[in-house]
C-alpha cells in the first residue's frame, strides 16, 4: 500500500469479510476512509475459466466508469470495470471478461454474500457514494484478497525500516570493499 504520495487511492477487497475499503494516503501512511459490505460469485473466490461464477483475486486497475442509465438495471447505479484478466492471470491460462465492481438491482438493499455471476456487488448508495470519492475512475488500483493478513501500521513501519538499513548497510559493505580494492 505504500505508494509515496498523498491522495493515492486503492480499493482493497477483504473477500472472506465481505468488505470493501476504500484506503487513501494520508499523512506518510495509507488509511481506510471508508468500508462497505460486498457480495462476490455464486461459487466464491479464485477464477479460472469463463463461466465458473468466481470472483477473480488478485491485483487489478479500474478501466472506466459506466453510468447505471447505460447499463441494464441488474448493474444499479453502475460499473467500474477491471482489467481482469491481467497479464498474470493470461499466463496462468485464466479466462474471462466483464468482471466489474457495481450496483445493485433497484429495491434492493444489498446482495447476499455470494450472489454475483463473479462481479463484486454494493448497494447502490454505498456504489454512489464510493464513486464520488474517487478521485478518478481510471487505474484505480484494486486488490482482491481471499486471505487477508491485518498488521498494525507500526509494525508495517518497522518491517519497511528494517529492509531500508539492511539495503544501507549492504550497499555501505559493498562500497567499502570497491573502495579498499582500488587501493590495494
Known sequence: LYTGHPGYQLIYVDVP????????YLNDRPVAVQDYYVSIGHQGAGKEQEGDRRTPIGIYHTTGYIPG???????????????YPNSLDKS????????????????????GPRASEGC???????FEELVTQLGSHRDI???IDDDPEWV?????QQARNDILTSIIKSIDHTMASLSGDHHA
Not at 469479510?17 to 487513501?24: I, N, P, T, V, W
Not at 463484486?120 to 454505498?126: E, F, K, M, Q
Request: aromatic content about 10%.
Open 17 to 24: 469479510a465481505s468488505r470493501l475499503y476504500l484506503f487513501e
Open 69 to 83: 442509465q447505460s447499463l441494464h438495471e441488474r448493474y444499479g447505479y453502475g460499473a467500474l470495470p477491471i482489467n
Open 92 to 111: 496462468r491460462a485464466r479466462s474471462g471478461h466483464g468482471i466489474w465492481l457495481h450496483g445493485t438491482e433497484p429495491g434492493w438493499i444489498n446482495r
Open 120 to 126: 463484486i456487488t454494493l448497494s447502490n448508495p454505498d
Open 141 to 143: 488500483p484494486i486488490v
Open 152 to 156: 498494525e501500521a507500526q509494525q508495517v
